[in-house]
């Protein structure tokens, strides 16, 4: 069973400082990591490697410091990577990357079954799971909390927040995984020293035999005008002495302010 799994690089949100000043978030300097979504997918595709044999792929989009985090990806069970780390993927938005992801697909050529994450931690737009499927033809299904494989079917419980539905499909298919999916593990010693001896592959655009229209900043079909954090005032009320009436006066401040 051949499985490819889908990863993206972010900045790590636990890692991001906002500007007093203007409230734009400071990204120079954070770590990149991938998303939690991104673990459960992989963590589902070793796993089911590991039942029915086979080979995982990681095919992650990202900077160039991309082959740094992929080696986590490999120890955690991943056979081999491929990266998409030209500047020229970059800025793509859901389309872009949708068509990157696509192309890179077709070109690894053999899978039976494509894992990814729900959403992605930075955007969240939920699109790239759809599009791909769509530019590959192939039957997708989304928002897996149950993931089971027999006799060449995927056996999935959707998690559709006020029920549970069960769905079946053949191979090949397209899968998003939910947190609930499963722990990811965290790989031992011995796993991330053999991790950096795993295959690694690098491909441009010019080997997936796309044009600069079809990736980057110019295919993106939505553009960020601002992303500024909330604002937020604060009081600065300090209550001090007797605990109880401390405790009194401050729920009486809440109050007031309509907080409770």
């Known amino acids: 069973m051949d499985i490819i799994v889908c990863l993206k690089q972010v900045p790590d949100l636990q890692q991001i400082r906002i500007k007093r000043e203007t409230r734009e978030p400071v990204l120079e300097g954070a770590p990149f990591v991938f998303g939690a979504f991104e673990k459960n997918a992989l963590e589902a595709a070793v796993r089911l490697k590991e039942k029915h044999g086979g080979k995982v792929i990681a095919l992650a989009l990202g900077t160039p410091k991309l082959k740094e985090n992929i080696l986590e990806a490999l120890a955690m069970g991943a056979d081999e990577a491929v990266l998409l780390t030209e500047p020229a993927f970059a800025g793509g938005g859901a389309v872009g990357t949708a068509n990157a992801l696509a192309a890179a697909i077709r070109k690894i050529g053999k899978f039976d079954l494509i894992l990814m994450g729900e959403g992605s931690a930075d955007n969240y737009s939920g699109q790239i799971i759809a599009r791909v499927a769509e530019l590959l033809d192939l039957p997708q299904i989304t928002y897996v909390r149950e993931l089971q494989m027999t006799n060449n079917r995927i056996h999935a419980t959707r998690d559709l927040e006020d029920v549970l539905e069960i769905v079946e499909a053949d191979l090949p298919v397209v899968v998003s995984a939910t947190s609930e999916l499963n722990t990811p593990r965290l790989p031992p010693l011995t796993a991330i020293l053999r991790a950096s001896k795993k295959p690694i592959a690098i ?58």
């Open 203 to 260: 491909w441009s655009p010019s080997d997936l035999s796309l044009a600069k229209e079809q990736v980057g900043a110019s295919v993106a079909a939505v553009k960020t005008l601002s992303n500024l954090a909330p604002e937020q005032e604060r009081k600065q009320i300090l209550f001090e002495g007797d605990v109880d009436k401390a405790a009194d006066e401050l729920v009486k401040a809440l109050q007031k302010e309509g907080a409770v």
